[in-house]
Every structure is written in C-alpha cells, then in structure tokens.
C-alpha cells in the first residue's frame, strides 16, 4: 500500500485493524523522500529514520468473557464465568463452590480456596475455617489475607483468616505454628511449650534407654524364674511396627470420618487449660526460621537426615560417661563390652528411626497439583508453598533427601544383613550376639533374618503410600493391601518367633492394617448411608483396639510375673536360716580376692 506526502506530512485515515482477539503483528512504514538534499543537513537534534515498525496487539477476550462468532468479546452474565485458555469457550454455569457476580467477579465460598483469579477449579480447604470465602462481609479484613484481589472487598482466591496462609490455606501465618494435621495454635512466651519439650524428651529417652536396657541384658532366666527381657524387647519391636504401619495407613487420601482420625492422631496437642497447643515448630520459628530463608519442611529434612549421627555422637558420649562413673580407673578394662553396647544403641535408635526417615524422605518427592487441568502448578504436598521440580526443591534432593535414603533407608539395613548372614553360624557368639543381637533375637534360627523381612515390608508400604497416589488411591490401597496379605500369608507360614504369644501378636497387627485399609477405600466414595458409615468405624475401631488390649495384657503379665518374683525374693531373704556356730557362717562364704576383684572385667554387667 502507498501513500503521498502533502507538506511532508503522511496521511493515513482511516487506518483500522480488524482481527480476532488475541492477534499480535508488525506493521513496518518506510519512505525513500525523508533524506534531506545534498548540503543541507538536518537542524542539530533532529533525526530521520526510513523505516518506522508498529506492533499492534489486539487483546485477548478477559476471564468472564467470550468470543463471539463476530469476532468481538462479550460479557458472561451473573452466575456464568469462562476461565479457560480458549476464548471461543462457552460462558459456563458456575459450580456450588465457585462464585460468579458476573464478568470476571469470579470467587470461591466458604471452606474453599483456588489458586489464582484464572483457575476454573476450587479446591477443598484442609481446614475450612481457615477459608473464609471471596466476598469479605462485615469482616475486619486488616487481620485477614488475600492472595489476589478484585477489591477492597472482593478475593479471588478467597480471604484466609488470621491464622493462615499460603496455598491452599496450608501454612501458619507469623506468630503460629502447626498443630496436629490442619490447625494453627498461637506461639507465645507460655512457659508450657518448654515444660513439655522437656517432658516428650524425657518421655522418649526413657523409651530408648528401657529399650536398650533390655536388649544388653543378656541373663536369661530359668524357668519359671522371672520375666524374660528379651521378650520384652521384642514385643515393644512389635509394638513400634505397629504405631508405623498405622503411620502408614492414617497417610493415606482416605475420606476418613473424623472419628477415625482421632483414633490415628498421635497425638492431643491442644491444651484445654491455656487455650493454645504445644508445637515444637514455636521452637523452630523463633529460632532458626525467623533468621534463615528456609521452609519448615526443608528444615525437618535436614534435622532428620542428620538425626541418626546426632543421636549417635550422644549414645558415644553417654556411654564413655557410665563406664566412667561406674568402674572409674579401670573404665576402659573391657573395651569390647563399651563398643558392644554401643553399636546395639545405635542399631536400636536407628530401627526406631527407620520409618521416619523413610516417609520424610519420600515425601520430598511428592507433588500435588493445586492448580487445575488447563494451568498446572506442582507443589510438594506436605509443604504447599515449596514448587516441585525447580532449582530450591532440586537442591535439596539431590543434596539431602537421595543421600540420606540411600544410606539410611536402604544401605545400613543391607549392610546389617549382610554381616549377621556371614555370621550366621555364630548368632549365639556372647560377643556377636550383644552388638546385632537386637535384630534376630527371639526369632527361630532358620530364620533369624525375618526382621529384614519386617523392614523392607514397610519400605515397600511407604513408597506406595508415597508413589502411587497419583495412579489413584483405590489403587494404591489394593497394593499395599496386597503387601499386608503376603506379609500376613508368610508369617502365617514361618510363625518366625520362638514364642507362640509374639507370632499372635505380629498376625493381628497384618490383620488389623488389612481391615483398616479395607473399611478406608469406601471412605472414597464420598457419601456413604449413616448406617454403613458407623459400622465402619466401628469395624476400624475394634479391630485397633483389640490389638493395644492384646498387646497391653500380655505385657502386663510379664510385669505382674517380675512384681511377684521381687516379693518372693524378699520373702527369702528375710527368713532366718539357723547355723551352728560362727566358722560354719564363715565357710558358707567363698573368700574372694580383693585384686581379682578390682581387675575383673564388667562383662555380664550390661546397660
């Protein structure tokens, strides 16, 4: 297209483009008659160009809009929205959990929550008093949050309330902190935080330290002569496997009732008497994430990645400290025996840790999409503000969560096995037996490697629960259900435990995990009839409850058997045995010689 100049001026009326929205191009201008004359330059501080280039952009149809078979865009009217990426998309009936007041006044209500003002999909808040809907009402709004606004009044994304932020109303504003799954308690000066830190600390040192005590003790008693230690330790084995294959099956996407939650909490973190609830994470936040760019969840990783070593480096100093105390001078004489108890602290420690660091390890890996199905956005779902698969979340996998598994999750298991098969011949060497002793006492010497049978169970069921749940959680469940069958069928088979009593125990934990998963998949199906409902529960609750009773009587009898072998020892000891004259006392005696006696080893003497 041509155009003349008149005056030198160029003009171009009218000059209309005409597209469908949406449609960017370039225009480019040029002329050949803008070179002044021969010697006579341009004034200084004028220019010329050729060429002008325009690049016009005609816009896209806006949420709440639609393309008209013209080619122009109009507006949705109240109760219809259009959110997608194309515009020739029809204006939709909003859903009951969006919010439509026509155009792009697009929200979600109450209980609800979506990730920008373009998501076509509100998503159920896992608190929904934390989501107060989009529209603010007679609401103080300088104590709530939005994420994006359409106003002063009016949140896209729905007003969070004054506990809560983040997506999906996950995360605990400044000054709170977690409690339990899905509420937010206020962090203060409450001296009751660090009364019950002190308390869960000593809780589970004593824990460890019973635990131990009883695996180092290696005097078995006569029969009918008291209490047998090591039985004790492997029932609170069995009872540990327990509390984390419940670990493993409260994880799951069930639709659990919140009875059955309450059954699965570990937990009451909520204080009736001070109205607020203790959380370690107070703790954290007033001292390492208030100073440090670093989420909760990524400290947690960390924390427990390092865990074993820590916890290691204290069992070496304890110990080097009570063989100190103890035997003073001669505190090193036994060598042997202070390296013995403590490689079994730490086989213990890290048995108890195992699961734990299995499941946070694996959780790093697990993304949830917050988004919808046209704009996906991945976030790890046990921290809804750490994006999944950028540079930070890549980091901290290939740094911390793939070492600490491969050493921790998998290698120091194998390598225990590895060394107790080659010395399978020598189970009962005293020496063997006080280091590794814990991971094949009590079971039949055919199969003394059936706690690394038990371990990799619970590998396999971690990482289903982790892994799977993308394929769908019927699915998931069917598996591990499957891995809790055969775990079940073989244990059935082997009855691996020399006591009758301990093989009763480990089937009815299978069987208990089996059911629980079983009455959970028709929590999925949404609405069930009340009748079914409560049945269910019931069926999840016997059947857990069964377990602790039967669990809590049989350790009961034991401690009842050693109450009564005490009294019996006193009794005897009080009776009064005639002798007939002071050289027959003195014979009843065998003379010990007092070097002997300093220079004998501690070598039954065990922790």
């Not at 070496?316 to 009570?322: E, K, Y």
Request: charged share 20%; with cysteine; net charge neutral.
């Amino acid at each position: 297209t041509q155009f003349k100049s008149e005056n030198g001026i160029y003009i171009m009326y009218p000059f209309i483009i005409s597209s469908e929205p949406g449609f960017a191009t370039t225009i480019e201008l040029s002329s050949d008659a803008i070179n002044p004359p021969p010697g006579r330059p341009y004034p200084e501080g004028v220019n010329s160009s050729e060429n002008i280039v325009l690049s016009p952009y005609i816009r896209n149809c806006d949420k709440g809009e639609r393309l008209q078979d013209d080619g122009t865009c109009t507006v949705c009217s109240r109760g219809t929205t259009r959110l997608g990426l194309n515009s020739r998309d029809k204006c939709l009936t909003c859903p009951d959990t969006i919010y439509c007041d026509g155009k792009d006044a697009v929200g979600v209500t109450n209980g609800t929550w979506r990730f920008d003002s373009w998501s076509n999909k509100a998503l159920t808040c896992l608190n929904t008093d934390a989501c107060l809907g989009s529209i603010l009402g007679d609401r103080n709004k300088s104590n709530l949050y939005c994420k994006e606004l359409y106003n002063e009044t009016f949140c896209y994304t729905g007003w969070r309330s004054e506990r809560f932020r983040g997506n999906y109303c996950s995360q605990c504003a400044s000054g709170y902190a977690p409690s339990g799954s899905t509420n937010c308690v206020a962090c203060s000066g409450n001296p009751w935080y660090y009364i019950l830190i002190v308390l869960i600390c000593i809780g589970a040192t004593g824990f460890i330290v019973f635990t131990v005590r009883n695996a180092l003790n290696k005097k078995a008693p006569k029969k009918g002569e008291g209490i047998d230690s090591k039985k004790i330790s492997i029932m609170i084995k069995i009872f540990t496997n327990y509390i984390q294959l419940v670990s493993i099956v409260s994880s799951f996407s069930f639709q659990w009732p919140d009875q059955v939650d309450s059954l699965f909490a570990t937990s009451n973190t909520v204080s009736q008497s001070t109205t607020q609830a203790f959380s370690i994470d107070c703790v954290f936040q007033s001292t390492i994430n208030n100073k440090f760019d670093i989420r909760p969840f990524f400290l947690k990783l960390i924390f427990i990645s390092i865990a074993p070593m820590i916890i290691g480096l204290i069992s070496v100093v304890v110990w080097f400290i009570i063989f100190r105390v103890k035997y003073k001078a001669n505190w090193l004489a036994d060598k042997q025996l202070l390296k013995s108890n403590i490689i079994t602290s730490l086989v213990i420690i890290l048995f108890m840790l195992h699961t734990t660091i299995l499941q946070t390890n694996f959780f790093s890996f697990r993304c949830k999409n917050i988004g919808d199905t046209e704009r996906i956005h991945w976030y790890l779902e046990k921290d809804l503000e750490i994006a999944c698969w950028e540079s930070q979340h890549w980091q901290y996998l290939f740094f911390v969560a793939i070492p600490s598994l491969l050493v921790w999750g998998f290698g120091t298991p194998l390598f225990a096995l590895f060394i107790i098969r080659a010395n399978k011949t020598n189970l009962d060497d005293p020496g063997f037996k006080g280091k590794l002793g814990f991971l094949y006492d009590g079971f039949k010497k055919d199969v003394y490697f059936w706690e690394f049978v038990i371990l990799y169970r619970k590998i396999a069921m971690v990482f289903i629960s982790v892994f799977l749940s993308t394929i769908g959680i019927t699915f998931q469940a069917l598996a591990i259900i499957l891995v809790a069958f055969i775990g079940y069928l073989l244990q059935l088979h082997y009855n691996p435990y020399e006591d009758a009593t301990l093989n009763k125990l480990e089937k009815s934990s299978l069987v208990n995990a089996t059911l629980t998963l079983y009455c959970g998949l028709y929590f999925t199906s949404g609405s069930l009839p009340a009748v079914l409902n409560y049945l269910l529960i019931v069926i999840i609750f016997i059947v857990n409850v069964n377990f602790m009773v039967l669990w809590l009587r049989e350790l009961l009898r034991e401690v009842f058997q050693v109450v009564r072998d005490f009294l019996d020892k006193r009794k005897k000891a009080n009776q009064v045995v005639p002798i007939k004259d002071e050289e027959d006392a003195e014979l009843k005696e065998e003379p010990k010689s007092p070097r002997a006696e300093v220079l004998k080893p501690p070598s039954d003497d065990r922790y």
